[in-house]
């Protein structure tokens, strides 16, 4: 799909009931208030979640970005890892990995976390996937699980999920690598946590998906576009995805598309200046359709390309994407 030059402007008449269809979308731009200055205190993150979901991966992308990076560092040291670092102005970002080889000990690292967040920046990343491809994960490495024994790999992921549970409704920020190759992961994070650096912008994630495929866990906004008509059942668009123009076409002549579409943007410029000015540094955006094909896709390319026009930083993903474009 050609790239579509950004009008000026910022919202559609929503009472037009014209069906002609407006390739060039206004931009969504924002009076950009200036955050508030960065917290003094050095950021610490914490790596955790399941084993094969790459965590080591994460923890070498962090280092790539300079932080003084420490692997399974036990539980009772990590207070005083973090007054370290607090205390040695040579050192500003530091990024540790706290896991199952833990033991026993991993059971209090909620509490340890509620204290770490009083000495410094402290953020915690939960990483994970689906069994398919943890199972998939040890057969190519034949490492064993570590909570294997006489255990299958199958009962260990499982065990292993439920031990973490309370650790992963803790985080910050949750991660499913199912379908990440390590160079995709190490990507990923390298763009969230680069943004963290430069507090005057915010990196936007607009992601689409299919709800019969759950939502996506790391959504900070999700929209459920299932109301607008579905090309699904016009036999001719069936199996093309929500970037052939014909498929943009029909799914924009309905009003309710063109209006969800201003509102939506009406939306984010007035969220997005509070979100700057309280320093955040990234923000996932996700429709969802019923299968993750047309409408869902259509709209997040609409919705990032009013984003990128406006100026702002802005990537899509389309999950569940899957035919003919």
């Known amino acids: 799909m050609p790239r579509r030059r950004a009008l000026a402007g910022t919202r559609e008449n929503s009472s037009h009931r014209s069906h002609r269809v407006q390739p060039e979308p206004p931009a969504i731009r924002t009076s950009k208030r200036s955050p508030k200055s960065a917290a003094s205190k050095p950021e610490l993150v914490a790596i955790t979640g399941l084993s094969g979901s790459g965590k080591a ?32 102005p ?27 967040r009083r000495l410094v920046e402290a953020k915690l990343i939960y990483l994970e996937a689906d069994d398919a491809t943890l199972l998939r994960r040890f057969s190519e490495t034949r ?41 995709e992961l190490r990507e990923f994070i390298g763009e969230r946590f680069r943004g963290a650096r430069d ?26 576009v299932r109301f607008l008509p579905n090309p699904n059942y016009i036999p001719r668009y069936k199996n093309l995805t929500g970037k052939n123009p014909g498929v943009i076409r029909y799914i924009r002549s309905f009003p309710q598309t063109r209006e969800f579409i201003a509102r939506i943007s009406d939306l984010l410029i007035y969220l997005l200046p509070h979100y700057i000015a309280e320093g955040k540094s990234y923000l996932t955006i996700a429709f969802g359709c019923t299968g993750g094909q047309h409408r869902s896709v259509m709209i997040a390319d609409e919705i990032r390309d009013r984003l990128a026009a406006g100026g702002f930083k802005a990537k899509v ?9």
């Open 57 to 88: 991966s994460v923890l070498k992308a962090l280092e790539d970005l300079g932080f003084y990076s420490v692997d399974n560092l036990p539980i009772e040291l990590i207070p005083k890892f973090a007054e370290l670092i607090r205390d040695n």
């Open 90 to 116: 040579a050192i500003r970002s530091a990024a540790i990995v706290v896991d199952v080889r833990e033991g026993t000990g991993l059971g209090r690292f909620p509490e340890v976390l509620a204290s770490l």
């Open 143 to 183: 490492r064993p699980h570590p909570l294997g024994g006489e255990r299958s790999v199958a009962k260990s992921i499982a065990a292993e999920r439920a031990q973490l549970a309370p650790i992963r409704a803790a985080a910050d920020l949750i991660v499913n690598t199912s379908k990440f190759t390590v160079h």
């Open 199 to 224: 507090q005057s912008q915010i990196l936007i994630y607009v992601t689409s998906f299919g709800y019969r495929n759950g939502v996506p866990a790391d959504s900070d906004l999700v929209f459920d």
């Open 317 to 325: 993903n389309h999950r569940d994407m899957k035919g003919k474009t």
